[in-house]
């Protein structure tokens, strides 16, 4: 491994930000393009969140910054507040989604990078018109993830 070729120091709402879905919003505070490809760490401001999924190779990390959220993991259900945290091993189903008015954010880490670029991907997709199915299809093979729902 050669590592990063710099240090990374960010302020806030600093880092890029693709286009991704209506009710989301992220930076991206480190790319795996930065680090060769051991993570990627990403804030994340959602309202509502994904239905049960499994990422097979990825493991996920969520740190609550702000909001409440509830995370399903398996059959088991928790919720987050400020400071809450969660790890997801690889093939794992889990699910998140936020609760009361406000949008939460969160810190997400996952090892090895890789899925930080899929939201972009996503999104390039549905504006040109593919379905939801099409558009799942593509990221569960690409990224090695299973959407359930």
């Known amino acids: 491994m050669t590592g990063h070729a710099k240090i990374i120091v960010l302020q806030t709402a600093e880092g890029k930000k693709p ?8 930076t991206i505070k ?11 760490l990403w804030e994340s401001e959602i309202k509502g969140g994904p239905g049960p999924h499994i990422h097979h190779t990825d493991i996920e990390t969520f ?3 702000e909001g409440s959220v509830e995370f399903r993991l398996g059959e088991d259900v928790s ?13 794992q189903v889990h699910s998140f989604t936020t609760l009361g008015d406000d949008p939460a954010k969160l810190l997400v880490m996952v090892l090895p990078a890789g899925f930080e670029h899929a939201f972009e991907e996503m999104e390039a ?9 099409q558009i799942f299809k ?12």
């Not at 480190?30 to 990627?40: H, I, P, Q, R, T």
């Not at 593509?138 to 729902?149: A, C, G, I, N």
């Open 19 to 26: 286009r991704v879905r209506t009710g989301m919003t992220q």
């Open 30 to 40: 480190v790319s795996g393009e930065d680090v060769d490809g051991e993570f990627a």
């Open 63 to 65: 740190y609550v910054l």
């Open 79 to 91: 919720v987050l507040n400020q400071g809450g945290f969660a790890l997801i091993p690889r093939g």
């Open 125 to 133: 997709m549905r504006s040109q018109g593919m379905k939801v199915e």
């Open 138 to 149: 593509v990221v569960e093979d690409k990224y090695d993830t299973k959407f359930l729902t």
